[in-house]
T-cell receptor, first 111, second 114 residues
């Protein structure tokens, strides 16, 4: 079973601060996705990264896929209360069959 | 685009009864749909992969006779929780794939079994 680990598990910061959350695995993945989930709702896809070393930006969010395609990071600049939520990474293995989720990072941005 | 709906959004049922949850892809055809459950403050756990016109593939530890999945068309998959018990209370989420790399999730169904 391929496992994804995320850190930190919980993060509480003040509005305007920067933060980085991480997604790591000992396995190589063909692609990796980041989702944000709010309470009582389904996850919303933020980005998909497929190339080792790839960097994608989505407004104040910067996503990076590790060169070896085993890890990824999500950096948020000038966090806002609207960024509060559960951030999940998920990955499809190289066989294209197993789709697994990390345990998530629960982010709280205080005004 | 890529909108997935679920119905109902919330359901309360009595122990021993069965509950059906629908998952629809509204603006695209999904040959594959996925069913997850999520317990409070936990991540999503894949229950089964549903392929249109064929039997669902269940993850280890998921009882196929208890969680019946039907994928009758390219836009609809249903999950029926049979003889529900309080421990089946959870947040059930479906997703539909548009390709090998991306899934789009429904809003989830909160099931409470009393």
């Amino acid at each position: 079973t391929q496992l994804l680990e995320q850190s930190p598990q919980f993060l509480s910061i003040q509005e305007g601060e920067n933060l980085t959350v991480y997604c790591n695995s000992s396995s190589v993945f063909s692609s990796l996705q980041w989702y944000r989930q709010e309470p009582g709702e389904g996850p919303v896809l933020l980005v998909t990264v497929v190339t080792g070393g790839e960097v994608k930006k989505l407004k104040r969010l910067t996503f990076q896929f590790g060169d070896a395609r085993k890890d990824s990071s999500l950096h948020i600049t000038a966090a806002q209360p609207g960024d509060t939520g559960l951030y999940l990474c998920a990955a499809l293995d190289n066989y294209g069959q197993n789709f697994v989720f990390g345990p998530g990072t629960r982010l709280s941005v205080l005004p | 685009g890529a909108v997935v709906s679920q119905h109902p959004s919330r359901v309360i049922c009595k122990s021993g009864t069965s509950v059906k949850i629908e998952c629809r892809s509204l603006d695209f055809q999904a040959t594959t749909m996925f069913w997850y459950r999520q317990f409070p403050k936990q991540s999503l756990m894949l229950m089964a992969t549903s392929n249109e016109g064929s039997k669902a593939t269940y993850e280890q530890g998921v009882e196929k006779d208890k969680f019946l999945i039907n994928h009758a068309s390219l836009t609809l998959s249903t999950l029926t929780v049979t003889s529900a018990h309080p421990e089946d209370s959870s947040f059930y989420i479906c997703s539909a794939g548009t390709g090998p790399y991306e899934q789009y999730f429904g809003p989830g169904t909160r099931l409470t079994v009393t």
